[in-house]
């Protein structure tokens, strides 16, 4: 089994090119997150990071706050914080035990925030027109805990309801239709 931070530095290398790729003027285009615009989603997406760094460390993380993160060198920042985030689930421990208040194992948070990473890459990357091909091990890691987590996390209204693939689908795309994506979504034609 790789460690966890292995496989966040992965996915965050393959998520910084295309989050430093956005151009401000995509920044209000829509995204297959339909409660998201891009720059809603990269906010989203700092906000999760920035907060699973603390659940790593075993503090309290701090959803409620409404984000604010494409200010200045947004971008820049971005590799900083998912440079953190794979520092702090690499510490020592950091995998080990329940991390949250909710007394999840640390390793399925930890996927939470891979999953994210993974799957917000592909929705900035679908919705500006870019390229990206999630690492294989991360999906491998990914598939089953999307596929556990799917029923609570719809109940939550995190995922949307299953969309269908076809049985050609990649284990990628059959991922995304469990979070309620379509692995074919692209953004609309002005």
């Known amino acids: 089994m790789k460690k966890i931070s292995d496989l966040l530095d992965?996915?965050?290398q393959?998520?910084?090119p295309v989050v430093r790729g956005i151009d401000?003027?995509?920044?209000?285009?829509?995204?297959?997150?339909?409660?998201?615009d891009v720059r809603a989603l990269v906010d989203h997406l700092f906000q999760v990071v920035v907060n699973f760094q603390a659940l790593a460390a075993r503090e309290e993380p701090d959803f409620g706050a409404r984000?604010?993160?494409v200010t200045g060198d947004w971008?820049?920042?971005?590799?900083?914080?998912?440079?953190?985030?794979?520092?702090?689930?690499?510490?020592?421990?950091a995998d080990e035990g329940t991390a949250g208040s909710m007394g999840f194992p640390a390793r399925?948070?930890?996927q939470m925030v891979l999953g994210d990473l993974t799957v917000h890459a592909w929705d900035l990357?679908?919705?500006?027109?870019?390229e990206f091909v999630p690492d294989e091990a991360v999906v491998r890691e990914l598939g089953p805990g999307i596929a556990d987590m799917a029923p609570n996390a719809r109940k939550a209204k995190v995922y949307g309801e299953p969309f269908p693939v076809p049985d050609s689908a990649s284990p990628f795309e059959r991922m995304l239709g469990m979070t309620g994506r379509d692995p074919a979504w692209q953004p609309p034609r002005a």
């Open 10 to 12: 992965v996915a965050a």
């Open 14 to 16: 393959r998520a910084i």
């Open 24 to 36: 401000d003027g995509q920044l209000g285009d829509p995204t297959p997150c339909t409660e998201y």
């Open 67 to 69: 984000p604010t993160a």
């Open 75 to 93: 971008r820049s920042r971005f590799g900083e914080e998912t440079a953190e985030l794979v520092a702090a689930w690499a510490a020592p421990g």
């Open 108 to 110: 399925t948070v930890a």
């Open 125 to 130: 990357a679908r919705a500006t027109g870019q």
